[in-house]
């Protein structure tokens, strides 16, 4: 009796498990065939009826010229869109096209000290920026993005000169990508 018991056990506790397994094997498939997937990069873009952009270069128009603006800022800009949209990137012609130039690049003083010297100094970048939807002429439109930062002014402009045009010109083009396909 003993052991008609064991085996009743034995053969439960394997049922059980089985039991578990395919209940588990089903849940996976069943999460594997309905996946839901977000992607949180704001492109409202109808690719049936627009397949590619063009950006220009943005030529540094400003009266303080930093050399590498232009290149870094057109550079990051068509990032912006490769990565974020599957547009072509074109150099004339697209469905949509951005262009503008660089129209300033300052310094200005901040903060003043006791010692009524200047203690914080802020770089600004503005960029004039002319959107083009050849497809959706109600999108077009001009507008001016300006960017800044701050740094201490006991550092040289070459010092930290880099690291705000990175921040900057990241702002820029995230709010241009905004206005453009994403529409926030």
Not at 33 to 56: E, Q, V
Not at 119 to 136: A, D, G, H, P, Q
């Amino acid at each position: 009796m003993e052991l008609n018991r064991k085996k009743f056990l034995i053969k439960y506790l394997l049922y059980a498990k089985f039991l578990k397994l395919f209940v588990v094997f089903i849940l996976f498939l069943f999460f594997q065939s309905c996946t839901i997937s977000y992607k949180f990069n704001g492109a409202s873009i109808d690719y049936t009826k627009t397949k590619s952009i063009s950006i220009s270069d943005f030529p540094n128009v400003a009266e303080l010229i930093y050399p590498p603006l232009a290149q870094e800022f057109s550079e990051t800009l068509r990032d912006e869109y490769s990565k974020q949209t599957r547009l072509q990137l074109l150099k004339k012609g697209g469905d949509m096209n951005i262009e503008g130039e660089i129209v300033g690049y300052q310094l200005t003083p901040m903060a003043i000290s006791a010692d009524s010297y200047s203690s914080e100094t802020k770089l600004t970048m503005t960029i004039k920026v002319r959107f083009t939807n050849n497809k959706n002429p109600e999108d077009d439109f001009e507008k001016t993005y300006i960017a800044y930062q701050t740094f201490d002014s006991n550092q040289m402009l070459t010092d930290v000169q880099d690291e705000l045009m990175t921040v900057m010109v990241k702002e820029i083009a995230d709010n241009i990508y905004n206005d453009t396909v994403a529409k926030w």
